[in-house]
């Protein structure tokens, strides 16, 4: 069985689903898209997965603010407002009777392309709406287990390249770091920026806590998580003291403590990293209640 922070429990419900595709819903074996849309042909477009507690989407101003922020650095035009976005997101949990457990994923890409070619000019129409909600309630037995953390040889690249706060489709590095750490025998993969810092994994972000301090990396080399500003916000609030900061695997090794953060997952701990075991979870037990009550 595989097991990560992805894990959720089974629910046939999702066997059922409507899939949202450019304003039409479809069942789940319907829902399709062309193969020349520019998500699938070159990887261009932006994303966000949020989740939906007793009828309220969590952080949704948040999510939907990195969502713009995101398409704007990419040059994309999405032609809709927020108000819209939220309606139609509406209109989807409403069309499935849904009101909580739900994972929900908001995929936009640029359109489809005339001809499979990176170039934006080639682009036919306006951009491609997908949105998929599911019934997913996080794993209990992998957040009580932990997770086992490998260090990939694949880097997080500086934001000259492909900044790693953009939540875009391309995200092939991340599972090459991921295929090394499944290989390796780890649940997931640790990934350090090209200074040889830890960055952050290949799906989540990583904190680890140092006599009674939680520190996680400077944020220019780590994925721009919603949980992971929500951890720090929290450890602000209460007199935590949250250090944004370089270290090392040396640090990572000796820590009493680690965990990552994501918006599927919240938080959930790190048992080994590289063969290194780490066993505390005070903090860990502390922050996770925090979090519970701020969503």
Avoid at 133 to 153: D, H, M, P, Q, V
Avoid at 234 to 246: A, F, L, R, T
Avoid at 251 to 256: F, G, I, K, M, S
Wanted: with cysteine; aromatic share 8%; glycine share 8%.
């Amino acid at each position: 069985m595989i097991h990560g922070t992805h894990n959720a429990d089974v629910d046939d419900r999702n066997k059922d689903v409507l899939i949202y595709v450019n304003g039409e819903l479809f069942p789940r074996d319907e829902a399709k898209i062309s193969v020349f849309d520019s998500g699938y042909l070159v990887g261009d477009g932006v994303w966000e997965a949020m989740r939906l507690y007793e009828g309220k989407l969590a952080f949704l101003d948040l999510h939907l603010n990195r969502l713009w922020d995101g398409s704007k650095a990419v040059g994309m035009d999405l032609g809709f407002d927020r108000k819209w976005l939220v309606d139609q997101i509406e209109m989807v949990l409403e069309a499935n009777q849904m009101k909580t457990g739900v994972h929900l994923r908001v995929m936009v890409t640029r359109g489809i392309k005339k001809t499979p070619s990176q170039d934006p000019r080639l682009t036919l129409t306006g951009p491609n709406l997908v949105i998929i909600a599911e019934y997913k309630t996080a794993s209990e037995e992998t957040r009580n287990k932990g997770i086992t953390l490998f260090t990939s040889t694949v880097r997080r690249g500086p934001p000259d390249t492909l900044d790693p706060r953009l939540n875009c489709h391309s995200k092939l590095h991340e599972v090459q770091a991921l295929i090394q750490a499944i290989e390796a025998g780890a649940d997931e993969a640790l990934m350090l920026d090209v200074r040889g810092f830890v960055s952050t994994c290949n799906s989540t972000n990583f904190f680890i806590v140092k006599d009674g301090e939680v520190w996680t990396s400077t944020g220019a080399y780590c994925m721009n998580g919603i949980t992971r500003h929500n951890v720090i916000r929290i450890c602000k609030e209460n007199g935590i003291v949250c250090k944004q900061k370089d270290f090392s695997l040396y640090d990572v090794y000796a820590a009493d403590e680690a965990f990552v953060t994501g918006s599927f997952g919240g938080l959930t701990p790190v048992n080994v990293v590289d063969g290194r075991k780490i066993e505390g979870r005070d903090l860990i037990n502390t922050l996770t209640s925090l979090y519970q009550k701020l969503r």
